[in-house]
């Protein structure tokens, strides 16, 4: 390589001899899943356009499909991105689907259908897999507890669609508080010490 | 659940802020450091010397976390374990939201490497971290020699001190930020934009990591003809080997290098944390090419100009005053990582690439025939040289994240024509 130093052939000559580092094989990360999924997305899209073209109707089905299709997407990319860490990706699905739920009442006409029933199910639901989730990864109390709270705290909301008559069945929303707040007592008592140092840890500034 | 409760957290200091946010798989903030034996690494014995080392350093059993507005250091009980190589030089280490240990111990025939996520500690912590692991390692492995009289391990100091934050000791960063915005805006706008590096990419993100190994009295010798220090003759030999590469135009633009300076050498401290800043070391050519002479004459006068405390003094209390700021303390975490992301865009427009010597390791003198050389390797955006001796063996890493090896050539030949015997050893 340098001339009178040393040649090509010396430096290979000594790295068959000695290897100082090991031969590592190209690794392509497979995207295979995420690309047949966009596929699948746009054929829809194309073809949903194509058959309301050719068959018209009231209902403008190619914008709920993209609506549908931008949700799915939306929250695919949040189970991607926080897939590190169980808690974390439940609550930010509760979130995403709570949004979209109301976002989708609001557009197809209002029938309160995301407060009556989405919400209250998903934080509770949530609750619960999470539990089931951090018992069985055996996830220690400081990396599940903030989204114990998080979640105990959002099941409370519905106290307000009750408090400002938003909803008119009253019982899912009921069962999703008094769970949220026996919940939520429960870690305060239990692991009231670690959700205080988890706190201030995690909001030092 | 007691564990939990007795979870020490660190906040993370004001040089590792940077790291966490600009790390990615292009550019992972980890560097390497490795030392070669004489003889094959048995892997139990490591694993025994490992388990002894990290005793004295608990720091380095944290995990990385993200809080609302800020990183933070929390401690856990994963235990390291050594393995061989199977990763590409400097592969990732952290990822967001995963709970592991910030650096890994490997082998790989003669070699023991360590690898470290910057944001933990710098080029002087890892190298202690590495020196009292191969220390216990070699005493563990030939017991029969050292067993009547083991050799002094040097490091020892209090803990508490070694995970000091030195830069919170030493700079206070009150009343300095109205002063330098004044101060600049004066000067902004003179200098150039330096000369920048491009090439192409190798595939999967990989380090190209080309080590020359030669004698330190060689280098040293040269260094005194030409009548200047080692660090200073090495970074006026890398400016050199840009500039026979760059194209005429950009011939005009300076090339300018951003070099470490270790701060334990200004300031007392023994911390394992990060305690270095940088500075930048520019040349600009001038019309009719300058002699290798000159270049050293203007590089010396840089490092004169950049080496004064009160320079230094000024550009730390700068970041730490941006770091007590009451407004970006309470900026979200998330909003920080995309301005820290932005600041790092900002740096790189002004360097051409950089260097780093870690100096000479001594190891007790008993060890000499066991331990042939150390090296420092680092992740890069661009081509970077790692330098560090041990006895009579200097070691000169380049990384680069591109194809092309002009720049490394001509750097090596360059040493070559003047008469140094350089071993070469590429990784791909």
């Given amino acids: ?205 | 659940m007691k564990q939990s409760r007795k979870t020490e957290w660190t906040r993370l200091d004001n040089a590792s802020k940077i790291f966490p946010s600009n790390c990615n798989r292009r550019d992972t903030k980890v560097f390497r450091v490795s030392c070669e034996l004489y003889e094959t690494v048995e892997p139990e014995i490591l694993q025994q010397a490992l388990d002894k080392a990290i005793q004295n350093f608990p720091l380095f059993k944290s995990v990385l976390r993200r809080g609302l507005f800020w990183y933070y250091f929390e401690t856990t009980n994963i235990e390291p374990t050594v393995e061989e190589e199977t990763n590409p030089v400097c592969a990732p280490i952290y990822f967001k939201d995963k709970r592991n240990l910030l650096f890994r111990v490997f082998y790989y025939h003669n070699r023991i490497n360590l690898e470290i996520f910057h944001a933990l500690s710098d080029g002087t912590g890892a190298l202690w971290f590495m020196q009292t692991l191969v220390h216990y390692y070699l005493v563990l492995k030939h017991k029969e020699n050292f067993s009547a009289k083991p050799p002094r391990l040097d490091y020892h100091v209090s803990t508490s001190k070694k995970k000091d934050d030195s830069f919170k000791r030493y700079f206070v960063g009150e009343g300095i930020m109205a002063k330098k915005f004044k101060d600049d805006r004066g000067k902004q706008d003179k200098k150039p934009t330096p000369y920048h590096l491009k090439g192409t990419r190798i595939e999967d993100n990989r380090m190209k990591l080309i080590e020359g190994a030669m004698s330190t009295k060689d280098i040293l010798e040269l260094a005194r003809r030409y009548n200047t220090t080692l660090t200073i003759f090495f970074t006026s030999l890398f400016i050199f080997s840009i500039y026979r590469e760059m194209a005429e135009p950009a011939k005009k633009r300076p090339v300018v290098l951003s070099i470490p300076i270790n701060l334990r050498k200004f300031y007392e401290s023994v911390t394992i944390r990060n305690f270095f800043t940088t500075m930048r070391i520019g040349y600009q050519f001038g019309r009719e090419n300058s002699s290798f002479e000159e270049l050293i004459q203007g590089v010396s006068e840089c490092f004169q100009k950049e080496l004064k405390e009160d320079q230094i003094n000024r550009n730390l209390n700068l970041f730490m005053a941006l770091e007590k700021n009451l407004l970006t303390r309470v900026i979200p975490l998330s909003i920080k990582d995309y301005s820290l992301r932005v600041a790092q865009k900002i740096f790189d427009q002004g360097i051409t690439a950089a260097l780093s010597n870690t100096g000479t390791i001594s190891m007790p003198p008993e060890f000499g025939s066991y331990i042939r050389q150390f090296g420092i390797t680092t992740s890069a955006r661009r081509p970077q040289v790692g330098i560090c001796s041990y006895g009579d063996r200097l070691v000169v890493s380049f990384t680069s994240p591109f194809q092309e090896t002009d720049i490394q050539r001509n750097f090596f030949q360059f040493l070559a024509q003047l008469g140094v015997e350089i071993e070469i050893a590429s990784n791909l």
Avoid at chain 1, 34 to 59: E, K, M, N
Avoid at chain 1, 94 to 118: M, P, R
Avoid at chain 1, 147 to 156: E, K, P, Q, T, V
């Fill in chain 1, 1 to 205: 390589m340098c001339g009178n130093a040393i040649s090509t052939e010396e430096v290979e000559n000594k790295w068959e001899a000695h290897p100082i580092w090991p031969k590592i094989p190209p690794t392509y990360e497979s995207h295979l899943a995420f690309r047949i999924l966009l596929f699948i997305s746009i054929t829809t899209v194309v073809l949903s356009l194509a058959v309301d073209i050719i068959f018209p109707s009231t209902i403008n089905w190619p914008v709920l499909i993209v609506f549908g299709l931008i949700s799915m997407w939306f929250s695919l990319s949040m189970v991607v991105k926080t897939r590190n860490n169980i808690p974390k990706n439940i609550m930010w699905q509760v979130a995403i689907v709570s949004v979209l739920a109301v976002f989708w009442d609001w557009k197809t006409g209002w029938d309160s259908w995301s407060l009556e029933y989405v919400i209250p199910t998903i934080s509770v639901a949530a609750m619960f897999v999470m539990y089931i989730t951090v018992k069985i990864m055996k996830v220690g109390v400081k990396d599940y507890i903030t989204y114990f709270l998080l979640d105990s705290l959002f099941g409370i909301i519905p106290i307000i669609f009750i408090l400002f008559k938003l909803v008119n069945v009253l019982y899912p929303s009921v069962v999703c508080i008094a769970i949220s707040i026996i919940f939520l007592s429960g870690i305060l008592i239990f692991q009231g010490e670690s959700i205080k140092v988890e706190l201030s840890k995690r909001m030092h500034i």
